[in-house]
Structures are given as structure tokens and as C-alpha cells.
């Protein structure tokens, strides 16, 4: 079964640097998500990637796929407490829908 | 729309009794995935449901847990009995397409 390793599992960063968030997968990526967790909520989707070396910017958050690598980076600039919490990949292990998580990478932002 | 409705938000009871989660997905949603949530073990997919009927329960830890979905805008998860190793923030999910999926605010259960 496929499996999503995340790394580093935990971060602290101060305000304003910048940071980089890894998802490696155990098999080929046929698509690859990012959702954000904040605690005692539930996961808010940020972006797909379905191409390889496909690239998508939301505010000052970037995620790029490498298919080759099976891997996706998350990379934040200039972070800000607000983009404090857990980063989660996802990636559908098969064509109905349902997705596999990574455990997370909890991001901790100090003012 | 108010998003995925998840009820009780809280839960505590006692090893031996049954527990009964709800989830109202989001209207239009064709699917829906029930999740539970722990530190050790991460995020899990317990089961989900295509258009009301249950595509995938291999996550179902065992036959203590049944899911059910009786219409588009409402399904269960049923812990019977409950055991404190169940005690974990359970989600549900509703999703309009492949891998874009809404979460509801979970329920945190503690089974004592």
C-alpha cells in the first residue's frame, strides 16, 4: 500500500523566515494535496498538483510536485504566526476518490 | 452553506457503552469519508461512501464499528462496544470531486 512520509514532523520558525516542507511517497504520484490543520479543527484544503513540475502559488505558500522523485515540497516565505499549524500531504492511492495522509508536519511560528 | 456538521463535538463515556457519531455532509457532495485522528497513528480512513453506498470499510479497525449512510445528507459511525483505545478525534469529510475534500470540525471522543 502507498505510503506518505513527511518531513521534518515538526518545526519552529521565526516570523519572517522562510521554511520548506517535504511529502516523499512510497510509490508513483498520480496527484498530490496539501491540506493545513489547525488545532481542534478540521483540515482545510490548500492546493492540488496533478502534473509533474507542476507549480501553484495561494498567497505566500508554494507547493511543487516532482513525479520523478515522488515528491512534493510546501515552501512558505516570510512566514507569519497565521500559517502556524499541521501541514498535511494527501495523494488517491487509487481512480475513486479517497486519499492516503502523511502524519503531518506541525508548524509552530514565533513572534 | 454552513460546511460539514459533525455532532456531539464532545464525547465522553465509559468502556462498554455504545457511542453513535453523525455527520450532515455538504449539500451536493457525492461523497462522504469518515476519518479518525491520533498522535501515534495519524490520520486514518476508516470507510467511505459513493453516492450513499459504501465503496471502502478496510479501514474499519473491527466489527465493533459500522458506518452507515441512509440518504445524501446524513450517515453514522457506531462504536459498540466502546473501548478507551477508541478514543481519538473522529472527522467526516464530504467531497464534490477526486481528492478535494471538505472536513468537518470532528468529534473528540474519550472512552474512560
Known amino acids: 500500500s502507498q505510503e506518505l512520509e513527511q518531513s521534518p514532523q515538526s518545526l519552529i520558525v521565526q516570523e519572517g523566515k522562510n521554511l520548506t516542507i517535504n511529502c516523499t511517497s512510497s510509490?508513483?504520484?498520480?496527484?498530490l494535496y496539501w491540506y493545513k490543520q489547525k488545532y481542534g479543527e478540521g483540515l482545510i484544503f490548500l492546493m492540488m498538483l496533478q502534473k509533474g513540475g507542476e507549480e501553484k502559488s495561494h498567497e505566500k505558500i508554494t507547493a511543487k510536485l516532482d513525479e520523478k522523485k515522488q515528491q512534493s515540497s510546501l515552501h512558505i516565505t516570510a512566514s507569519q504566526p497565521s500559517h502556524a499549524g499541521i501541514y498535511l500531504c494527501g495523494a488517491a492511492p487509487g481512480s475513486q476518490g479517497n486519499l492516503i495522509f502523511g502524519k503531518g508536519t506541525k508548524l509552530s511560528v514565533k513572534p | 452553506d454552513a460546511g460539514v456538521i459533525q455532532s456531539p463535538r464532545h464525547e465522553v463515556t465509559e468502556m462498554g457503552q455504545e457511542v453513535t457519531l453523525r455527520c450532515k455532509p455538504i449539500?451536493?457532495?457525492?461523497?462522504l469519508f469518515w476519518y479518525r485522528q491520533t498522535m501515534m497513528r495519524g490520520l486514518e480512513l476508516l470507510i467511505y461512501f459513493n453516492n450513499n453506498v459504501p465503496i471502502d470499510d478496510s479501514g474499519m479497525p473491527e466489527d465493533r464499528f459500522s458506518a452507515k449512510m441512509p440518504n445524501a445528507s446524513f450517515s453514522t459511525l457506531k462504536i459498540q462496544p466502546s473501548e478507551p483505545r477508541d478514543s481519538a478525534v473522529y472527522f467526516c469529510?464530504?467531497?464534490?470531486?477526486?481528492?478535494?475534500?471538505?472536513f468537518g470540525p470532528g468529534t473528540r471522543l474519550t472512552v474512560l
Open positions: 469529510a464530504s467531497s464534490p470531486r477526486p481528492g478535494l475534500q471538505f
Open positions: 510509490k508513483t504520484l498520480y496527484g
Open positions: 449539500s451536493g457532495h457525492n461523497s
